[in-house]
């Protein structure tokens, strides 16, 4: 998910966009991003930019598979109280992880 830092000469600004803070980002949808990306000039620095792709990672069941993004597949391992230690961290290990949550999880409730 993209996310917008204001990097400009005050501290803070607001827009017909929002409030825009130096020590607040703010996450926004990319598609969002793609259809006011034009207003957003060097003062702000965006961050997990993905322009023109479009995301079709989920497909309902809300677990993450091959079409889900690395850091949302971190995202979702962190909120599933695993902690991934290295950035480099593959895909492949993290949706093994995933399964490993999924089966420990199974292994608990029919215990």
Do not use: C
């Not at 069941?61 to 850091?71: E, F």
């Not at 995202?75 to 949550?101: D, F, P, Q």
């Amino acid at each position: 998910m993209p996310t917008l830092h204001w990097k400009g000469p005050t501290r803070a600004i607001r827009t017909k966009f929002g409030y825009y803070d130096r020590h607040t980002p703010v996450a926004v949808s990319q598609e969002w991003l793609d259809e006011r990306r034009y207003f957003f000039d060097d003062r702000f620095e965006i961050t997990d930019d993905y322009p023109g792709v479009l995301f079709v990672q989920d497909d309902g069941d809300g677990l993450p598979d091959n079409n889900w993004l690395k850091a949302d597949i971190k995202l979702w391992l962190e909120g599933n109280g695993v902690e991934v230690s290295s950035i480099r961290t593959t895909k492949r290990r993290m949706l093994e992880m995933v399964t490993e949550v999924l089966t420990l999880g199974v292994t608990n409730e029919e215990e």
